[in-house]
């Protein structure tokens, strides 16, 4: 094994005679620019960019904030088409975040939900909140569009807090991501 160690260092010192930490920032400052050009851009990203195309219309979907309480706290709400557990609106937090004392998930499904009032689809994040005991109020199990179980991602009956230090499962977010695009 030693040889390998040799080779290894041989190699190692011979690079770094040939190259300078400036030709290295160089190369992969290339390659990052290249590669944006390469990869396809989201649709999400399009999407949400807004600017100034955009209607009374489309301004009243993306604001969670113009509907009243009662809508967003039941489970017909139009960004709910999707969720399974308890509206995190109903357990000290919003739409679109958790309680205090709990911690979003940084795993999540998505669902695409059709919004009555501007008649456009939209992408929905749902984060389940987690570190605290079942919320309680307010229990959604809608499965618009729900996959089964083997397209992981698309599945809401998954416990998304396995990813937090503390995997107890509180309540869940309906994060706008923006206009699906057909």
Same mark, same amino acid.
């Given at each position: 094994?030693?040889?390998?160690?040799?080779?290894?260092?041989?190699?190692?010192?011979?690079?770094?005679?040939?190259?300078?930490?400036?030709?290295?920032?160089?190369?992969?400052?290339?390659?990052?620019?290249?590669?944006?050009?390469?990869?396809?851009?989201?649709?999400?990203?399009?999407?949400?960019?807004?600017?100034?195309?955009?209607?009374?219309?489309?301004?009243?979907?993306?604001?969670?904030?113009?509907?009243?309480?009662?809508?967003?706290?039941?489970?017909? %709400?139009?960004?709910?088409?999707?969720? /399974?557990?308890?509206? *995190?609106?109903?357990?000290?937090?919003? #739409?679109?975040? @958790?309680?205090?004392?709990?911690?979003?998930?940084?795993?999540?499904?998505?669902?695409?939900?059709?919004?009555?009032?501007?008649?456009?689809?939209?992408l929905?994040?749902?984060?389940?909140?987690?570190?605290?005991?079942?919320?309680?109020?307010?229990?959604c199990?809608?499965?618009?569009?729900?996959?089964?179980? %083997?397209?992981?991602?698309?599945h809401? /009956?998954?416990?998304? *807090?396995?990813?937090?230090?503390?995997? #107890?499962?509180? @309540?869940?977010?309906?994060v706008?991501?923006?206009?699906?695009?057909?």
């Amino acid at each position: 094994m030693r040889w390998l160690d040799k080779f290894g260092e041989s190699l190692s010192r011979s690079v770094a005679h040939k190259t300078s930490r400036r030709s290295v920032l160089r190369s992969v400052g290339k390659l990052m620019v290249g590669s944006a050009f390469v990869l396809p851009v989201l649709p999400v990203a399009r999407a949400a960019g807004g600017g100034s195309n955009s209607s009374a219309a489309d301004h009243l979907s993306l604001n969670p904030d113009l509907a009243n309480e009662d809508e967003v706290n039941s489970c017909d %709400y139009w960004r709910h088409c999707a969720v /399974d557990g308890f509206l *995190c609106s109903c357990c000290g937090g919003t #739409t679109t975040t @958790c309680p205090p004392g709990s911690t979003p998930s940084p795993i999540s499904w998505i669902g695409t939900c059709h919004n009555p009032h501007d008649g456009k689809d939209y992408l929905i994040s749902y984060h389940d909140c987690c570190g605290k005991t079942a919320c309680g109020r307010c229990q959604c199990n809608t499965q618009t569009r729900e996959r089964p179980g %083997y397209e992981f991602f698309l599945h809401n /009956d998954v416990n998304w *807090c396995m990813a937090n230090e503390n995997s #107890t499962f509180h @309540c869940t977010t309906s994060v706008l991501v923006g206009l699906a695009k057909n």
